[in-house]
């Protein structure tokens, strides 16, 4: 690893992170973002790099900010900018890093534009899917004190529990099978390369048969 990333994996060492965005993510992310980019022509790793190893780093920033006005993609661009001045990065090369981070979000309302923007989202997000995602989904839970399954008709839930910003209105009603099906299954289509795609096609048919097992065993069934 070249040594500049090396510094910028310090620099997020000592930040506060949040469990499901900690440095194991990022890392993740990281890995990802190299494996997706050998499926694509011309893409720069110059910029990459350095964007998934940046793309959280306001992430606490935003979880710690009740108002919601903070998003962490737009703030962590500039954070980002701030600390690749200080380490001689190229202008063209930030500017590239600066979109990476801003598009990686879904609610933001920047669509990744450049391949390495595309290939940062899509590993940001087959990192919420999959056995890791069922992992993530359920230390968070546990912080929110959601339940450990619930089974109740979606169209039912949706009009309990769900805000018209997609917002969940009281944790203690929800579960990680329920954000499964109002979110995560459709990762999937929503990515934007085809090698990403293919994993998280692969990812969600194995969530299926986890909530499809957990289902069976809440039931006392298998
Ligand atoms: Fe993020
Ligand atoms: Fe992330």
Redesign the pocket.
Known sequence: MQQRYQIIINIIKEKKLCTA?DLDHVLRVYNLCKRLAEHEAEVDMNVLIPAALL??IA?IVEDDDSSGAVD??VLGAEKAEGILERLGYEKEVIKGVKHCIIA??FRSGYNPETIEAKILFDA?KLDVIGAIGIARSFMVAGQHEEKLFREIPLEEYIKENVGKNGRIKDNSKHAINLEFELKLKKIPHRLYTQKAKEIAFRRISYMEEFFSTLRDEVNGET
């Open positions: 965005h793309h959280d992430r962490h993609a990686h979000r940001d």
